[in-house]
C-alpha cells in the first residue's frame, strides 16, 4: 500500500558446516523479502569456485528447489533482495555482483546508495574501465578491486576504499576463503552478526533474518568498520569508525525495517509505538477507534491508543497474496481494485469517529484512496495521523524519495493536504521528536534529511534512479 519503494536487504554465510549453505541462505533471503521485491539472487563458494544465481523476481520464484540443490554444498554464501535505486530493474542490475580480477575474485551484495558514483565511474570510465550495469554497486566493486592491485589483502583495499565511497552502503563481500561485513563511516543503513547453534556466522541487513535462521544475534556492525569472518576466527577493523557523524536512516524504524527487528540495540516495534504515543500528545481528537494502514501503520496505531484510552480495531484487512505480478489497474479501476489488496473492517469503521494512523503521506493519492474507503464503509469523521513528518526533500541514501515534486507537502500546508486527501483533520509527527523514536533517550543521532534537509554527506551531481542508463 506504499508510495515509497523499499531498497535492499542482504545476506550472508560464513563457515557453513552442513551441506546446503544455499537453502540457508535462501531462507535468510525469505525475511528479508520486504526489503526489496524487484530481483534477488545468490552466489556461494564451495571452496573451488564461486556459483551464481540471480534474475528478476521474487525470492521463492527466482530461487528454486532446483536452482538450491544444483549449487551442491558450500561453506560462504551471501545473497540479496533489490529494489533499485540507482540502476534499472534488468537481471544484469540484479547483485551478488561478481567480479574476477587477477588479484583475486569477490562477490559483493550492496544496500545503500553512493552518492558520489557519478563522479567516481566518470573517472574511472576516462581511465578505460568498461561497466557492465548501471547500478553503483559495480562502482564499489571496481573501487576496491582498484585498490587491491596495491593491497592484497581484501580487507586493506576495502578500508582505502572507504575513504573515496562516499554515501550510504551495508556490504557483505565474499572472496575465495573470507567473508567481509562491512558498513559506511554513518551508519545509514544497517548490519548486523550473529551464530547458529553449529557455529555458522550470519550477518543480515535485519536481525529478523538471523531469528530467520535461528541465529542467536551477536551484535550490529558498527559505523564505519569492517568485520572479517576467516580461518583466524572473526576480527574487527575499525580505523573508520568515529570519523563521522552517526545517520542511521530514522525512516528504517517508521516503515522500512519489519517490528520484529531490533536496529542498533532498538527494537522497531517499539519506536513504532512511541511513534504513535507522541502523535497522540500532539494531536489528540475526540474519536470513538483508532485503527492502523497495514503493515507499518499497526503499530504506531496501538501506541496512539494506549496513549489516549481510545480502543484500537482491526480496520483493513489486507490481501496477502497480491504481489508483484498484480496486473496494474488502469486509472478509472484503481479505486475499487485497491480493495482487492485492502478491504475495509465495517463492524470496525461503521458509523464511527476514525483515528487513521499510517506511516507517511508521499504523493497523497494512496491516502486519499484509503479515506475514501473508509468514508464508503461508513466512517462518520475520519482523523489521519502521520507517524512521521512531512517529507519535503528527496533520498540520496538508497530510497526512492527522489523528487520534490511528487512530494505533496512541498506543494500544500496542512491543511490544504488535509483537504485534498479528504480527512477531518491531519497530524504529523513533529520533526523534534525523531531523535527519542528508537531509544527514547534523543541523544543518538539520525539521518533525517528527507524531513529536515540536514544531509550527513554531500549529496553528489545528477545521481538517480537511472543516472547511469545510457
Ligand atoms: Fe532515510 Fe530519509 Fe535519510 Fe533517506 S533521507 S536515509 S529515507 S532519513
Redesign the pocket.
Known sequence: MHEIHEECGVFGVYGHKNENVALLTYYGLYALQHRGQESCGIAISNGCEFLLHKDIGLVHEVITEKIIDSMGPGSMAIGHVRYGTTGNSSRTNAQPLLVKHLKGSMAVVHNGNIVNAFQLRRTLEMNGAIFHTTSDTEVISYVITKERIRKPEIEDAVLTAMNVLEG?YSLILMTEDKLLAVRDKHG?RPLCYGMTSDGTYIIASESCALNAVDAHFIRDIRPGEIVVFDKNGVHSIDDNCSRAEEAL????YIYFARPDSVIDGCSVHQARLRAGAFLAQDHPVDADIVIGVPDSGIDGAIGYANACNIPYGIGFIKNKYVGRTFISPVQKMREELLKIKLNPVSATISGKRVILVDDSVVRGTTSARIVKLLRDAGAKEVHLRVTSPPFI?P?????D?DSRENLIACKYSVDEIARIIGVDSLGYLKVEHLPYLADGTGRKK??????TGEYKTGIGDGINKNCFEI
Open positions: 550510504a545509514f536512516c530514522i525512516f528504517e526533500n533520498c540520496y541514501y538508497g530510497t524519495i539520525y539521518c533525517t534529511a528527507c524531513f
